[in-house]
């Protein structure tokens, strides 16, 4: 990838403000070239078709218990957005992914979207390190946040080409969805939880449209995440 210049602030500057910890939003995560870059390498590659939505888990599914059964590392195309990933320090130095079990990511789904669809709430459970880093590409989205033990949620609008990390209480005590719509409704300073970091185009959309904004198209998110438990199937069987 080109924009190998990018710099950013330490990761407590991009936090969250009003929500539990911890989450982070990071605007311009990609530049515009590097998102229709993968983009075309993501159409290289098969999908897996759900009902509503397709996805590529790289380098492969999970099985039911949670295990990733290769030790393979991530394709290409998908590493330099890893390295940028650990790239990214709070101001003691550590990183995102400093105490996880691989000190770097090595599953990433890849999730595709067209409007008036979405995620069921749900959470991501213990099959994973409690981090989540979520790129996403071409159309905005709104995540929803809800506790597990009732209570009030929270909205996290994503633009295109920004990262959204969401780790401790937030990943654990939370469940996350996406609302099957092709408008998002209800969106205005009180209600989403990182306007502040929006751009002022994306926030003047919002405000002409009287607090509700169409999805632009197909959105494509690549979550980044490591699988506590990796066997590789090729050692169980015996090869070496
Ligand atoms: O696409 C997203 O932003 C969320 C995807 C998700 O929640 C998941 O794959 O577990
Ligand atoms: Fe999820």
């Known amino acids: 990838m080109s924009n190998t210049e ?33 983009l075309s390498q993501i159409s290289t590659h098969p999908w897996t078709t ?18 990733l059964l290769t030790s393979k590392p991530l394709p ?9 990933l650990l790239s990214l320090k709070f101001s003691d130095e550590t990183g995102i ?8 990511p090595n599953h990433v789904l890849i999730n595709e979207y067209p409007p008036s669809t979405g995620i069921p709430s749900h959470e991501d459970g213990a099959a994973y390190f409690p981090v989540v880093c979520t790129v996403s590409l071409s159309s905005h989205i709104v995540l929803e946040v809800t506790p597990k033990n009732g209570g009030g949620g929270y909205r996290i609008f994503q633009e295109p080409e ?12 939370h469940l996350h969805g996406i609302e099957a719509v092709e408008v998002d409704g209800d969106l205005s300073e009180g209600t989403v939880a990182n ?22 198209g197909v959105r494509i998110s690549l979550t980044y995440r490591d699988v506590i438990k990796v066997k590789d199937a090729g050692r169980l069987f015996g090869r070496r």
């Open 76 to 84: 290409k195309f998908l590493e330099s957005i890893a390295s940028r």
């Open 162 to 173: 920004s990262l959204l990390v969401t780790t401790e209480e937030v990943y654990r005590e």
């Open 97 to 104: 992914f400093t105490t996880s079990p691989h000190g770097k």
């Open 195 to 216: 306007w502040g970091s929006l751009s002022d185009e994306v926030k003047r959309r919002i405000l002409e449209g009287g607090g509700e904004v169409r999805r632009e």
């Open 6 to 38: 990018t710099t950013f602030h330490p990761l407590e500057t991009y936090k969250i403000p009003t929500l539990p910890p911890s989450a982070y939003y990071i605007p311009s995560f990609l530049s515009p070239s590097e998102s229709t870059e993968l």
């Open 50 to 67: 759900l009902t509503h939505r397709r996805l590529q888990p790289h380098p492969a599914p999970l099985t039911p218990s949670g295990h």
